[in-house]
């Protein structure tokens, strides 16, 4: 194992990766994002007349049981392709070795996931630095808008950050955790796919993916136990609690652990399949 090949392996797979023209997807998403869930939240700040917390749209958007579905599959879309099995993958697998290619390719989707997950931050973030405040506390929108106005209180805006959040956590906590949750949540989905890849049935790795957002989705929004299986449920915040009582109803320690559990059974059987893969044909995929 070498350091020097591991990060040459994930250079050069991050500059293929940012510069392919599907990466236009992500502004898409990122208008998207914004008519669904920050326009409501600045119509609320307005019908209340008081400013919201620059982080409380980054919030909302990480908990959002939609949103937490169309943001993963963005992603999947980005690394569809993901490992590249193009004309270079044998050259790099000859100067490299399997295993310094293989923890390139997982050193690779992190530095993607941080670039994904920080422009989702960025985007919900900056257009509120004008009109927002900065401190760990919830806004009066947040907080009070079902009591002002109880007839908007089942509105779109107002369910967005529930009591469970913001009874539970502070801002601050609320977006780091937010942050954190979710870019496990995509490097289990990246993961799956290297696993797969390494099993010599690529095609399931996508597919699988996309069964464990669908099947993880459906479950957290009937919020039956058997979500826990799935990392979505882990993903939001707000689930892991009541609407008052301190008690969680789902320790956050035991999402983190599940989160490396996976991920760490998900690299090892890559690593001990990637022995047993044969890579002297590889065909461009793109």
Not at 99 to 111: E, R, S
Not at 133 to 140: G, H, R, T
Not at 181 to 193: D, R, V
């Amino acid at each position: 194992m070498e350091v020097r090949k591991i990060l040459s392996t994930a250079r050069t797979e991050y500059v293929k990766w940012i510069t392919n023209p599907r990466m236009i997807i992500l502004g898409v998403m990122l208008i998207f994002i914004n008519d669904f869930a920050v326009s409501p939240l600045l119509k609320n700040a307005e019908d209340m007349n008081s400013p919201l917390n620059i982080l409380e749209p980054f919030i909302a958007v990480a908990n959002s049981q939609l949103l937490i579905l169309i943001i993963p599959a963005v992603y999947l879309t980005l690394i569809s392709d993901f490992p590249r099995t193009d004309g270079n993958t044998l050259f790099f697998l000859l100067r490299t070795g399997k295993l310094n290619w293989l923890l390139g390719q997982v050193l690779f989707v992190i530095m993607t996931i941080f670039t994904f997950v920080g422009v989702v931050f960025a985007g919900t973030v900056l257009p509120m630095l004008s009109q927002g405040f900065w401190a760990d506390k919830w806004s009066i929108t947040v907080t009070n808008y079902s009591v002002v106005f109880p007839e908007k209180a089942m509105s779109f805006g107002n369910q967005l950050i529930t009591e469970k959040l913001y009874n539970q956590l502070p801002p601050f906590d609320a977006a780091i955790q937010s942050y954190l949750l979710m870019m496990c949540y995509l490097l289990i989905l990246a993961l799956l796919m290297l696993m797969f890849n390494c099993l010599k049935i690529k095609i399931m790795g996508l597919l699988s993916s996309g069964a464990v957002i669908a099947f993880g989705g459906a479950l957290s929004v009937a919020n039956v136990k058997a979500m826990w299986i799935f990392p979505m449920a882990h993903t939001i915040i707000y689930l892991h609690y009541t609407r008052f009582f301190r008690e969680p109803v789902f320790a956050m320690w035991k999402s983190a652990l599940y989160f490396i559990a996976v991920s760490l059974v998900l690299i090892v059987v890559s690593v001990i399949s990637l022995e047993q893969t044969d890579f002297d044909s590889v065909q461009d995929i793109d």
